[in-house]
């Protein structure tokens, strides 16, 4: 028989109380739709329920000396609307404007799908993509931890028991885009993702590059073979060879139901040669209509 | 206020020993003791009683569950034992016992004249009698045979007769912390003899009038009489001026015709739903000669 | 006022509000498991683990020890476990279209697909049901089992069911002309293997339901299925009459034909005789898609030959078709494939050879389009390769071999209705290349065009002799009762009857109410499969209607007759038209009774009706409507009329390609039909835009089977288009008059999803020159294709 | 799921008290409570059948835990129909340009649309699609669906700047 | 008003309620437990159709509160038959065609089997005495009063 507790945190101090007291029994909910949805297939039993989603300190995004920090418990919907957003960290709002749909974004929060840590999160290639730190919150004390050491594995984190996500924190960066591949324009759990934060000097070579993939790995992977082999190069005349040489020492795709590990090889190289292509805000018409982001066109309006 | 459901707001206690339930009666305002509930249920129903904030249900005190000849020990009754009936003893249970049945005939009879079975399988004689409905039928038998009763409070026991229990319909001497324990009947002596009539609408209907009598018989003489009327005063009527005149007197026809018409003289009954005065002091006289003649039969007398 | 003449039309035609839409879009609507009992028992369902296995031992002891659970049930327990599988047709027709029906699988025989029933099991909760199967222990002795029909029907194959000798289900053939003789002939012979991807409805409301116990033994359902006749069988199982069996039934959240066989119906009313309590079961998505049937798997290879211009002299066609664990609709779907095999072209000499056989994947049955959508994609994929081969554009092939009036099908037999492909193709392929084709669009991508045409009947096979009855009560407030057992699958097949009745009777679409779907309640109009209820419930609705409106009309004429002529001032002489006259002039508009030539003399709909009520007359009447019956044809040789008459359709696509990923997405479509005439014209789009999204979805849904198990059996994983995959659908509709049903209508639901898949695929060659077989192309699947071009 | 935790919420403007488990989703207590206008067609937030208003915030109740909507307020679109005028304009509409076939995706389709019309709102054909594209539909294709909402942007619009 | 926790053995099935103080006996068996067999015809104990079993005895379950009954084993009239087998009273009234409206007879049926379990010979005035609870406006009484004579005899083996 299924059986879960449900113990409401109002605040930080009970939701760390709450956290302490079941340590790996605790599980914290805000949106839920990946946790109800493995209570549903009996992959989750017998865990203590923390109900965080109205607690106000995890909610919120705010911007303060070039800083970006957004609460753990923030709607996606919000990070799909956000003017700011569009500006200063491009990659992420792109990533919010596809994840998976507009009443699923309404509930769905930051914060759960990093916890949740699937290969395929879509917010975890472009927040790598920033360099983006995570502030973990536990009974008496805090620590920050770059969001590229979070991620150890399939549905596994650098998460200590009783530690929460408070929030996310990024630099601006208007040099940055994601772009996603998948089998149909919503609701569709991505068979390979590309984020890129990209500096160039006055010639168009890159001076300074951040690469991170989805779903080609256990875990959203920052692509380090691949930036090391691109400083220098014409960020807008990648040669595609050479890139998927470099990217085959940062991947590992494996097959599964929505494509084959020779696929997602394949595609690396070339969403990661289109993500790159709009960090640079570059060609335009690069940016296929189908997989434009949504509302691109708006945020530029 | 209708029969579907009951309105009014209450606790309800189920004390296990006795001296929890007096402790109940002494500290709390407004308990009813609820025994079968055929009465106190319908009369909450109809909202003929006023405000109740506790039901105290007895039944869960086992020691108050009892119908049967007993030693002094137990009811303090008169010498030669009595039969003794718990609060909580349902009319069948009491009208099913075979010393009951053996000595108490009467008693038996106005019982199983009451109501139906399904009624008789939860109403208690107890609750019957504390109702103190000026028709309980099973309280007409008892005044004949000289039922006492036993009330007990926090402050101590006491003993009642049973025909100066009630005070008037609906009203009793027991006080607000009180509660009847136990009902005694005398075991009646050798060559005496009951007698109960009821006449009602119909059978399982209220009793229009009823009688007991007890005939305590010495030969030809009656050595002690005892009767009892319902539903022809406020109260079950023991008619004890007329009773205790006949005490050694030669029992007859002549003697029967006379207590007859002076019982019928004593009596001011009252009109109801159920039938109108009249009637009940012209069917007053004919019950009384039956009764003595039929009490005077069980007790081994004849009569010319 | 002018005259009004009976002819023009008030309500049909018109884009006429559904009676039942305010409900539904209020959330008012109940559907199967929006009921709650008292009391109420949870059912669930034990499904096989194995694709292929021998039940050797249940033990439910365990089960039947859990608090709370009422009972458990397996085939032992059931009084019947075995019968045919029947649709409603009113006499069994044999030929192997009755297949073996068994409600739950028996200790020694044999698993036949994966997620088969076992057992029944109905407790206090949803919960406590699904412990209770789990608790269930059953004795599996896995069978290596078959999975390919090819491998299937081979003689040393592994034989998936215990009850027969054999895997083939049946073999059935159509032939025309002399073959050989025509190949010599041909200037070109294109040959290609083609596979129809299994194809799941995925209709948004699961199968459920409930059953309740009724006073004196008998057994009430609450089920909503495209079939209500499975009482019978249902009845026949529980051994009770067919009068014990009832299904109070309700409209479908979509059924597409996935509700056509028996889904929760047997079982519901075994634990409910069981319990003698109320009992609810609703299936998860997953239980839905792996234990209810889907579109036939099919191996299809063709042989077309053509003439130096083009015209098709001869095409060969051999199917082999994977029917599943179970019979179910196979024999009917192989019918309707074998048929329309050679597809909407005039060709002399054909044969179409088609064999099913069981196989241990989910069984197949129904699905729109009955086995005509496999076939079409593939007849019209051969067309875009002769055209390629020929060098001459596919509208222009296709032009020249289209069937027009007077041409016979395959079966020798001529359609009774119209025949308007030339037209469809001309304004599909005019509409399509309105504006030119870009060769890229600015992003990029390869842009491809494409056409294809598709010919599907309506009505069923007329060797079932299917019939429809409809009840009609005029109320003495002047609306109107209508009782009809039209199973309601959200086409507005109940809908189009009240306008109908309306239409008839000069009233507005609110004052018909249709009261539907009781086995026995309302009488039966036949089920709602085939395309057919427009087409026979329609006609029994005028069936229904003729008489009351002959006797209105009587009335009304003999009332404006009597009281509505002018008196001469001169002589007080009124000269009267005979009834007759006045007969021939009536018009029911606007709840009134006009006299045409002068609309002043009318009289009230309701004033009509008491008058024919004062005097006894009847204000009530049933009709019905037969279709053209036949005889079961010689399967070996079918010849003459299979289906009542044909739909056609056609289907112009836009399509871009991205070179670099292999995703495609379809830019534009143009979809035409002939519906005859349009009664509801709202209807009739969306049929025809529904049917566009349906089969556009088959090109990308996979239920990835693998041994007989499906692996994408959720909507996580079966993923069907959503509002942002399918681009705006132009629609054409033609209106010949030329159908059989009410007002000249043909069906349009099944042919709407027919001729868009291979109009896709057709494009996507156009912009790529990659030929793809089969209608499944995922983006991996056109990237790896394009890799091979490449090397 | 009836379970033995207490939730009051306000359901269509009614306070309410209600018995759920621990982990039963938002979906599950409504329809163990007779909100039947609430579709469920697959449970783990694919179908968008069972969207309701969260706070006024369409959501999809199936992955909603019920325990997290105590003290909060929830809207079906039996809630919102008389009650809520976008609502009764986007039915009107609905009906009129036959954008409703089976029907079991209705009341989610209509929640969304509002949701969409009370944020957004643009009458732009490809906008709309989008953010329709959490609700699915088999029956209709989505064409009428589309039509309907962009019928109501455009109304919106032109009262809004007109 | 107090609510207690109660559990009730109904034709077998166990129950565990929460019910108020006040809560009849009669209601819960009718709008919580939905075994709408018992009915309601007075409420003041008169008519007998609210008659159920508590053990082998017949009671007014109109005159019992919910919490009085907590732990009782109650048998209704739905709990009589033993699927389609009816119990010797009810297949009599049947034979006896006893039964016109029916809304008197659960309660007739119950008693009768009280009767039955407490005296297997029971003469006609012993019938109609024990049955004197039990109004019937229909019958007049004379097929009951047969019913239950055939029924007794059927379970003597006569």
Redesign the interface.
Known sequence: MKDFAYHKAPDLKSVQQLLTEFAEHALPVAGGSNVMVDIRNGRLNDRELIGISDIAELQGLRFSRGKIIIGAATKISEIAVSQLLAAKAPALWMAAQVFADPIIRNSATVGGNLAYASPAADLAPPLLALNADLLLLKKGGKRKLPLADFFLGVNHTALEPGELIASVEFAANARSAFYKLGLRNAMAISIATAAAAVKRVRDGSISEIRLAMGSVAPRPVRCLHAEQFLLGKQALHIDPEALAQALVWDISPIDDIRASAVYRRAMAPVLMQRAIARACGGCADEVFAGKKSADEGRAGA | MGSRILLSDFAYLAPTTLAEALQILAEKQAVKILAGGTDLLLRMKLGTISHVDYVMDIKHIKELNYACLCDEKQCGSTANGAFCIGPTATLNQIAKNGDLSRLFPAQREAILAMAATSVRNRGTMAGNICNASPVADSAIPAICYGAALTLQSRRGKRIVALEDFFRGPGETELEKDEMLVNIALPVPPADSGAAFIKKSRVKPDIAKISLGVFIERDGTLIKRCRIAMGSVAPLPLYVQKISEGLAGLEMNEQLIAKTAQMVKAALKPISDLRTNQEYRRAISSVLVEEGLRLAWRNAGGELK | MTTLKSSNFRLVGERVPRHDAWAKAKGEQLYSADWALPGMLHGKVLRSKYPAAILRAIDTSRAKALPGVRAVLTAADVPHNRDVTKFGQMRDVGAGFEGLYKVLAEVGGKIRFKGEAIALVAADSEELAERACALIEVDYEPQEGVFDPREAILDNAYLVSSEDASNVIMRTRVEQGDLEQAWEKCHLIVENDYYTSPHEHAYLETESGSGWPDENGGITLRVGTQVLEHYRTIAKVLGLPHTKLRNMSVPMGGGFGGKEDITVETYLALLVKATGKPVKMVWSREESIEAHSKRHPMYLHYKTGVDRDGFILAQEVSIVMDGGGHTYLTPWVQMYATINGSGCYNIANLRCESVSAFTNNTFSSANRGFGVPQVNFCYERQMDCIARRLGISPYELRRKNLLRNGDPLATGFVPLGHVALDQLLQQTWDKLNQTPKPERLPDGRKVGRGIACGMMGYGRLCFLHDISRIGIRIELDGSVTLRAGVPDLGGGQSSVLAQIVAEELGLGIEDVRPLIMDTHMTPLCGTTTATRQLYMSGNACLAAVQPLKERLARKAAAIIRDNQWPQNPATGYIWRPDIEHILGHLVFADKKIYYGPDPGKNVDFVAVVAHVSNEGGELFSEGQFNAPFTEVPDLNNIKGQILPDMTYTCHGVEVAVDEATGDYQVLRIVAAIDCGKAVNRNSVEGQLEGGTAYNLGWLREDLAWEQGITRANSFATYLIPTAADVPDIETIIVESRGGLGPYGAKGVGEPSDNSIAPAIVNAIADATGLEFNTPLIKPETLYLALQNERN | MSGTLQISLKINGESRVLHTAAHSSLLNLLRDNGYFDVKCGCEQGDCGACTVLLDGIAVKSCVILAMNCDGHEVRTIKGLGGHDRLTSRLQKAFVEHGAIQCGFCTPGMIIAAGDYLRHDGRADREQIRRAMSGNLCRCTGYQKIIDAVYEVAAELESEVCG | ??K?LIHLTVNGK?HELTVA????LL?VLRDR??LTGSK?G?????C?AC?IL?GD????S????A??ADGWDITTVEGLAD??QLNPVQQAFLDNSAVQCGFCVPGMVI?ST??LRENDDPSEAEIK??L???YCRCTGYVAMIKSVMDAAAKMRGE
């Open positions: 008003m107090s207690h166990e103080s006040n809560e009849l209601n437990l939905y309601y007075c409420g003041v104990g008169d007998g008659s508590h005895e017949s009671v007014l109109c005159l019992v509160l919490v009085e699927g389609d008693t009280a009767l005495d024990y004197r609870g039990n």
